[in-house]
């Protein structure tokens, strides 16, 4: 079958940096996606790996290893408006996203 | 960036009416539109993929006879949920993307539909 584990719920201070990691197992592979949502909120686009390597945007960044079925997002410096949940997804080979549970990150000052 | 929109971003009616639920694409042409829904401090549940000017695809558990879903043009696809009920209160979330080869799914708002 089908997986996408990630964390259900992580905590982290402003200004610190957080890893958020994702591991998945899913037939065949077309890219892995972070999205952002906030509470009451649609997802909004972050990162798309889809070679192994660290791609960085501004404060976050987002790893992929396709050997190991393993990605993270890191995000740095974090600001409380950062407190939303981080959702993995994996695009399988009918080019259709398969969601991780997504992680509630709590940003405390 | 791309641009998806929907309408209304916000129902409330009565237990047995139907709802019209409209996404467009503003700035991009969505051969693929997709349709979400997602229950309160739950993920994403993929509800149906819609390519333009043909039959969508539901997933399974989806009833296809009670949410219609047409993809009438390259920019817009709706969704109706028909004889709504109270359990089809929801937050519904299309998303669009322009074709295989374009990797990434937009977003629009959601609408929030409260079925009394």
């Known amino acids: 079958g089908q997986n996408i584990d990630q964390p259900t719920e992580m905590t982290a201070t402003e200004g610190a940096i957080v890893q958020i990691n994702c591991t998945y197992q899913?037939?065949?592979?077309?890219?892995l996606f972070w999205y952002q949502q906030h509470a009451g909120e649609a997802p909004t686009f972050l990162s798309y790996?889809?070679l192994d390597g660290l791609e960085e945007k501004g404060r976050f960044s987002s790893f992929l290893s396709r050997s190991k079925g393993y990605s993270y997002l890191l995000l740095k410096e974090l600001q409380m408006k950062d407190s939303a949940s981080y959702l993995c997804a994996v695009q399988d080979s009918n080019y259709q996203l398969i969601w991780g549970a997504g992680t509630k990150l709590i940003i405390k000052p | 960036g791309a641009v998806v929109s929907q309408h209304p971003s916000w129902v409330i009616c009565k237990s047995g009416t139907s709802v019209k639920i409209e996404c467009r694409s503003l700035?991009?042409?969505?051969?693929?539109m997709f349709w979400y829904r997602q229950f309160p401090k739950q993920s994403l549940m993929l509800m149906a993929t819609s390519n333009e000017g043909s039959k969508a695809t539901y997933e399974q558990g989806v009833e296809k006879d009670k949410f219609l879903i047409n993809h009438a043009s390259l920019t817009l696809s709706t969704l109706t949920v028909t004889s709504a009920h109270p359990e089809d209160s929801s937050f519904y979330i299309c998303?669009?993307?322009?074709?295989?080869?374009?990797?990434?799914?937009?977003f629009g708002p959601g609408t929030r539909l409260l079925v009394l």
């Open positions: 899913t037939s065949g592979f077309n890219g």
């Open positions: 790996n889809v």
């Open positions: 700035d991009f042409q969505a051969t693929t």
């Open positions: 998303s669009a993307r322009a074709g295989t080869s374009e990797e990434t799914q937009y």
